[in-house]
């Protein structure tokens, strides 16, 4: 090999080293559990002026979209929950994520689709996404859990069938009330939640975490090994559908999906995809910073050539992913 040719490819190593570190002083996006948040102040769309977290009691934050079918469930429970645990100092608010920058008719949707579920809880307007961006928020419904001096002591990505289960038991651990599961309950729980099989459940836990790292590759990956150790297990195949639909249920999506399945020798999983939330019409986009409902598959071109946000770096890695 000449000298040349070695000074190319010296020079290539260079440059793809270069790309792969991160600018010193730039911050990772996303915070991890015993990270602080500094307090500040929001609005309500009601116009309401309030500062989180709060500073005394647990503070519940739960990010959610219209278009999110499991979001609906989740804003339930946790009206449940803030009723159930009110006495015991915890707070629930809402942060809606439905597009980064919110218009008059998205906050009045947002209104009626809280007003038809008569789900009474604080909504939170998130100017720009900016709370959302700087915890990384990957899956919605997410659900955030601050002490008072603004540590993140719990984060619980999704809304999987175990998860009313799963979160008044954490719940009551965080504050201290926990107490051992009845024979009686420990059956209920069995019966709510599904019980994978074939180690299924290693696998989805491994998507998850991936799903959550903004990976989605490798989270569908996992998620698919895992419907291949149990085609029954639903939570790997509604995970699946929130990657292939983070942009929107359009017929691309479905697709996509469906080859995948299809390829991964997974048709009969196929007839349990869901069908379309009510209220979301075909072709809507519901990706967080989309403001209109007009594109019917995510945008392939370059990107522009100046600094991305972070909302921008993680749709732009989404759409590779589909």
């Not at 074939?198 to 998620?223: S, V």
């Amino acid at each position: 090999m000449n000298f040349q040719n070695k000074t190319a490819i010296l020079a290539v190593v260079i440059l793809v080293a270069t790309l792969a570190v991160p600018a010193v002083g730039q911050p990772e996006r996303g915070i991890e559990v015993g990270q602080k948040i500094e307090p500040r102040q929001f609005r309500t769309i009601e116009r309401e002026k309030i500062t989180l977290p709060v500073e005394e009691g647990l503070t519940v934050l739960l990010f959610w979209s219209t278009w999110s079918p499991r979001s609906e469930p989740a804003l339930g429970l946790w009206k449940k929950f803030g009723d159930e645990y009110r006495d015991n100092g915890v707070k629930v608010f809402t942060i809606n994520a439905d597009h980064q920058d919110m218009q008059p008719e998205d906050v009045q949707l947002v209104r009626d689709y809280i007003a038809q579920r008569e789900i009474e809880l604080p909504v939170v307007v998130d100017s720009q996404l900016e709370l959302f961006n700087e915890i990384g928020v990957i899956v919605l419904p997410t659900t955030l859990i601050f002490k008072p001096d603004g540590t993140l002591d719990y984060k619980y990505a999704g809304f999987p069938t175990s998860a009313e289960l799963d979160l008044k038991q954490d719940l009551e651990a965080k504050l201290g009330i926990a107490e051992e599961p009845t024979a009686e309950e420990e059956t209920t729980r069995g019966k709510l939640a599904y019980q994978p099989k074939n180690n299924a459940l290693l696998f989805f836990g491994m998507g998850k975490r991936y799903h959550e790292k903004g990976y989605p590759e490798k989270a569908k990956a996992k998620y698919i090994e895992a419907l291949q150790k149990d085609s029954e297990y639903p939570d790997p195949l509604r995970s699946l559908e929130r990657l292939f639909f983070d942009q929107g249920r359009t017929p691309e999506a479905e697709d996509r999906i469906k080859n995948l399945l299809t390829a991964s020798g997974l048709e009969a999983v196929i007839g349990n995809i869901q069908e379309e939330p009510e209220g979301m019409e075909a072709g809507q986009v519901s990706a967080p910073g989309t403001t209109t409902p007009s594109s019917q598959v995510p945008a392939q071109a370059a990107p522009e050539a100046k600094a991305m946000t972070p909302m921008e770096r993680m749709k732009l890695l989404m759409e590779k992913g589909n």
